[in-house]
């Protein structure tokens, strides 16, 4: 299934896909972090948007 630009119901929203540059470069602004700050995040908790947005206040 592909990410739909056009879907932004809940479950899209509350996940982050690093796959897409253009969600790569969104959150990475909204969150106020690097792109390689967010990867990492991701990495050590998941794609869920809350548990990256609390690792990143630690």
Request: proline share 2%; no cysteine; glycine share 4%.
């Amino acid at each position: 299934m592909t990410d739909s630009k056009t879907d932004v119901s809940s479950p899209d929203r509350d996940r982050i896909s690093l796959a897409e540059d253009y969600e790569v470069r969104d959150w990475s602004k909204s969150l106020g972090v690097s792109e390689e700050r967010l990867r990492e995040a991701v990495a050590a908790v998941g794609n869920s948007s809350d548990k990256v947005r609390e690792y990143l206040k630690q």
